[in-house]
């Protein structure tokens, strides 16, 4: 069960798309269905909870889907490629999907999970010894708050 209120019109808005428009509104409810727990299963457990930080986690995870769905329209409709015609060249569209993705992972990054090699996963509550003992094996391990 999802735990942030994220609406598919602002899926939509985050893709530069016409919420009022239908067309879309199936795709942007398939990429919230199939995508919102897994990326709120990258955060930190205890901080989907926390009110102050509610509407940055929602936006982010909001900015992710959005980059879902911009990725899954361009390989459905070809966008991606460049036109050539009359001494004119139009090369593909900005890559709104990878800014999208890139920036809300670089404001998430402190507030994920700690992953490591195994699937394991460390959390605030993880003793500093497992933490060490990690390091020692595979490198510094990124520090959860």
Not at 12 to 31: F, G, K, Q, S, Y
Request: proline letters at 8%; one cysteine or more; hydrophobic letters at 45%.
């Amino acid at each position: 069960m999802s735990i942030l209120t994220i609406t598919p019109a602002e899926i939509l808005r985050l893709c530069r798309l016409d919420p009022a428009d239908t067309i879309h509104l199936a795709d942007a409810n398939e990429v919230l269905d199939r995508g919102q727990e897994a990326y709120e299963a990258m955060v930190q457990p205890v901080l989907l909870n926390d009110p102050g930080l509610a509407v940055f986690l929602r936006r982010n995870v909001a900015k992710l889907l959005a980059a879902d769905l911009l990725g899954m329209r361009s390989r459905e409709e070809g966008v991606s490629v460049g036109l050539q015609g009359a001494g004119i060249t139009l090369g593909p569209p900005p890559d709104l999907a990878g800014r999208l993705r890139d920036e809300a992972m670089l404001l998430l990054e402190p507030y994920l999970r700690s992953w490591r090699p195994g699937g394991a996963i460390t959390t605030p509550e993880a003793s500093e010894a497992a933490q060490d003992a990690q390091s020692a094996l595979f490198g510094p391990a990124v520090r959860t708050r």
